[in-house]
């Protein structure tokens, strides 16, 4: 992995790597910045990892990032851990980024509720072309999902966001456990349907990526909003 710079923040990133009790995998500590995986390109299948807000911010990751920090293109699943959070009808997040900018303002369909638990919550994102669902705490309902991802990027790297720490991240390709690509017609009224060709949605090989994969590249960080 290598750190990233948040363009909203002048800070330099504050990230280590550390063992910890329970997490044979070891855990990333991000108080400021971000971490993007090296070595993986992810275009469908699953992202289950286990994440501790350690401030009152909106930790998360993304997903299928494309393109120069700053003004990337991405998928984004966030949380906002502010007390209320449970009770909050924003609790849990999905938003595009389109050149950079994460458009949380524009999509309000795509947060809710969520069962968040005060301190460590277990999050599995599935992906499938244009849709992904999202468990929590090993729910068997998803307590979110997405219809339509609204990003242009149809793959690319993984970055997570603190302030938080990560843990026993497994990324799976291709394992999307029966989730179709797309919604039926009939579940999108008045809204425009894009479709792609099967050939961009192939699936690359199975594997396991965990976040003791380490590096030192410092690259800036996209903007983004919240």
């Not at 699943?77 to 209320?84: K, V």
Request: hydrophobic fraction near 35%.
């Amino acid at each position: 992995w290598h750190t990233v710079q948040d363009a909203d923040n002048p800070d330099r990133p504050d990230v280590k790597f550390i063992g910890h009790e329970g997490f044979p995998q070891g855990a990333i500590v991000l108080k400021n910045g971000s971490v993007v995986l090296d070595g993986l390109s992810f275009r469908d299948g699953f992202i289950e990892f286990d994440m501790k807000a350690t401030a009152q911010d909106i930790p998360g990751i993304q997903f299928r990032g494309h393109g120069e920090p700053g003004h990337q293109d991405a998928e984004e699943f966030y949380l906002r851990s502010f007390p209320e959070c449970r009770a909050s009808n924003d609790c849990i997040q999905y938003a595009p980024v389109i050149h950079g900018f994460m458009l949380w303002n524009a999509y309000p369909q795509y947060q809710t509720q969520a069962p968040i638990l005060d301190g460590w919550n277990h999050f599995k994102l599935v992906v499938s072309g244009h849709r992904m669902n999202v468990y929590i705490n090993h729910s068997t309902q998803p307590m979110l999902a997405v219809g339509n991802l609204e990003s242009s990027s149809t793959e690319g790297f993984i970055q997570l966001r603190g302030p938080a720490v990560f843990a026993n991240l497994t990324v799976t390709p291709g394992a999307v456990e029966g989730l179709r690509r797309f919604l039926p017609l009939l579940d999108f009224p008045g809204q425009d349907r894009r479709h792609f060709d099967v050939g961009q949605l192939s699936c690359g090989a199975a594997g396991h990526f965990f976040v003791g994969d380490r590096g030192d590249h410092h690259p800036q960080r996209a903007q983004r909003q919240r």
